[in-house]
């Protein structure tokens, strides 16, 4: 959905925000579903090889969305 950055907080923070379906399990065998398929693309492969050494670190997330955002 997007990717953002703050020249405030944590330097040289990169986050990414993926939207997997709805909120409740289907969302999260959706997450499941395109994470197995990030796995085998070949370019996806390659983009985290290039980026895998500039960082310190992954981590990762799950949110929810609140009952009144227009995500849902």
Do not use: C
């Amino acid at each position: 959905v997007t990717v953002m950055y703050s020249d405030i907080g944590r330097l040289n923070e990169v986050i990414e925000i993926w939207r997997h379906g709805g909120g409740d399990k289907s969302g999260t065998k959706a997450m499941e579903a395109s994470r197995a398929n990030a796995r085998t693309a070949p370019e996806w492969k390659q983009t985290i090889a290039n980026i895998a050494d500039l960082a310190l670190e992954f981590q990762t997330t799950i949110h929810k969305p609140v009952s009144f955002s227009p995500i849902q």
